[in-house]
């Protein structure tokens, strides 16, 4: 009969089994593809490298092609809790050395178990992604696993931060789970993702792509516009992860963490006024600007490789965490396109979902002209901005930076969409269209009758120019708050965030909005 020590021995000897997932040969494959794995990711992440495992033993029960013969450690993922930084998170991590990764139902059941108790318990979830997919002895059962993991994801959603790192494949169907979580973190060279891969592609269309161009991160973070964030390795990817919590509540009852030194700081910086050029077509760095303004080092950027003519970041204002959408001048002068709608809005629905005050700074020339854009659907696309800001009840501030023209105008955050102050610099053009446009419209007539039809046009042009591409005109009717020099726009944040701590605004009870997707 087996004493006590033994028993105790037979754990012990279970556990590093189980540790060691699906062997020494397949780990040392792992870590030959660059990659760590699932256990080692899970040390990086956790403080102390020190994480409480669940389901460890927790095994398949499939019979076909086999597998009644397998024995599959974890059933190929690690389901976890920890902390990082203090602050509880739950994740599951894949274990590409056991069949792939691969989800089979028992795995899936597993992941679905970690989300529940992250739901119940209000804490993150982080999805580490390294897996080949559907588990394809297990068919139908790993497509309903699928299933429910995507049904865990929609109702973790706005409720506690759901962040994905894609460490590995995640192909087809299996990319959806990540797609329905709020940040996707990839590592460049081994995380891949697409709907349908390379071979696919070049039997359905002829296209000929490689694996890494069409689903590589760089793809994915650039073009598509899926991933967020890329990293050069496993490492560098939980660093993200780690860094984008510390930004985060743990859940949509909470505010976000602030730093210690919650005194305002209200230093002026002289270099804010020599920022913006004279002339008002010359672009200029919209970082320029938000460096100066925010904590030192704290701008942490969302999705920079992608609509790069709008900037969404998070940033910390006298240690608290604030949410900025900026045009940036250099990129296609700062108008906003179908991608920079999808990409901001997107930003300002996570924000106003997790109790993040929004700060806009504007210099938005209008929606980007063109065919292309109309028939992609600009204005569809473009009602989301209108939408989400519209709908977002945290505190939302404006700084007119420079240009702020019609619709464009309104979608940065206007007045009329509920913005709680707005502040303009001296240099803000507020009008409802640009000079040029306005006075063929208005002077068509006079332009044509003139002696010097050229020389006419250029003059009602100034004349439009001094009257209404300034702050005052809008400021005169209560659209912006205040004008104020570009030096004193930390100040001038640092209070109105104040001023907003205990903002409240109820709407009316719906089910939910129909933003215009
Ligand atoms: C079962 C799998 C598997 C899978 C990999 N393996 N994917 N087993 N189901 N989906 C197993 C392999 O047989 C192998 O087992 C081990 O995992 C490692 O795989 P390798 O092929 O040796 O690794 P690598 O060369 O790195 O290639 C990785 C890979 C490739 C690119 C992911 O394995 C692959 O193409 N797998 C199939 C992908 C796929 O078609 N998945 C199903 C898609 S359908 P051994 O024992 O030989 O070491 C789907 C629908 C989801 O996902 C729908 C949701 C809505």
Redesign the pocket.
């Known amino acids: 009969m087996p004493t006590v020590k033994d028993k105790i021995e037979e754990l012990r000897s279970k556990n590093r089994k189980a540790k060691l997932g699906g062997g020494v040969q397949r780990i040392d494959a792992q870590h030959q593809?660059g990659k760590l794995t699932a256990h080692e990711r899970l040390e990086i992440l956790y403080d102390n490298n020190f994480y409480e495992e669940l389901y460890q033993f927790a095994h398949h029960n499939a019979t076909a092609f086999g597998m009644n013969e397998k024995e599959l450690p974890g059933d190929g993922v690690v389901t976890s809790v920890g902390a990082i930084r203090g602050r509880l998170v739950y994740t599951s991590s894949q274990d590409f050395t056991v069949?792939?990764g691969?989800v089979g139902g028992i795995h899936a059941w597993k992941i679905c178990q970690i989300m529940d108790m992250a739901l119940k318990a209000g804490a993150p979830y982080i999805a580490i992604n390294d897996s080949?997919?559907?588990?394809?002895?297990e068919g139908v059962d790993s497509?309903r696993g699928?299933g429910r993991i995507f049904y865990y994801n929609t109702l973790l959603s706005g409720v506690v931060p759901q962040i994905s790192i894609i460490a590995g494949?995640c192909?087809?169907?299996?990319a959806?789970s990540p797609a329905l979580m709020d940040f996707i973190i990839m590592v460049k060279n081994t995380g891949q993702m697409f709907i349908a891969g390379p071979e696919v592609i070049k039997e359905a269309t002829g296209e000929i792509i490689s694996a890494e161009e069409l689903g590589g991160a760089f793809a994915q973070a650039s073009q598509s516009g899926n991933v967020h964030f890329i990293a050069d390795n496993d490492h560098q990817a939980i660093a993200i992860a780690q860094t984008l919590l510390s930004y985060l509540p743990a859940n949509n009852t909470e505010d976000p963490p602030s730093l210690p030194s919650e005194e305002l700081t209200l230093i002026e910086d002289e270099s804010l006024n020599r920022i913006v050029p004279d002339d008002s077509r010359e672009p200029y760095n919209m970082y320029d600007i938000l460096q100066r303004v925010f904590d030192p080092g704290t701008l942490f950027e969302v999705h920079s490789h992608y609509a790069r003519n709008m900037i969404c970041t998070f940033a910390r204002l006298n240690g608290r965490v604030v949410g900025v959408v900026a045009n940036q001048p250099m990129e296609k002068f700062g108008a906003i396109d179908i991608d920079a709608s999808d990409k901001s809005s997107r930003f300002i629905r996570f924000c106003n979902a997790f109790n993040i005050p929004l700060i806009s700074f504007v210099d938005v020339p209008g929606f980007l002209p063109g065919v292309e854009q109309e028939f992609g659907g600009i204005i569809r696309h473009g009602a989301k901005m209108l939408f989400s800001f519209s709908a977002a009840t945290v505190p939302k501030i404006s700084v007119v930076v420079r240009k702020a023209y019609g619709g464009a105008y309104l979608a940065m955050s206007a007045k009329s969409l509920g913005a709680d102050r707005v502040a303009a610099w001296p240099t803000a053009e507020i009008a409802v269209m640009g000079a040029e446009g306005a006075v063929s419209v208005l002077f068509k007539n006079d332009i044509k009758s003139a002696a010097d039809p050229k020389a006419k046009r250029k003059e009602l042009i100034e004349q439009y120019k001094e009257q209404f591409e300034t702050p005052y005109v809008a400021a005169s009717k209560g659209l912006v708050d205040a004008v104020i020099e570009p030096k004193q726009t930390r100040t001038y944040l640092s209070v109105a965030l104040e001023s907003l701590r205990n903002k409240r605004d109820l709407r009316p009870q719906k089910k939910h909005g129909l933003i215009p997707l």
């Open positions: 593809a069949m792939g691969s080949g997919g559907a588990r394809i002895q497509l699928y494949p192909a087809g169907g299996a959806y």
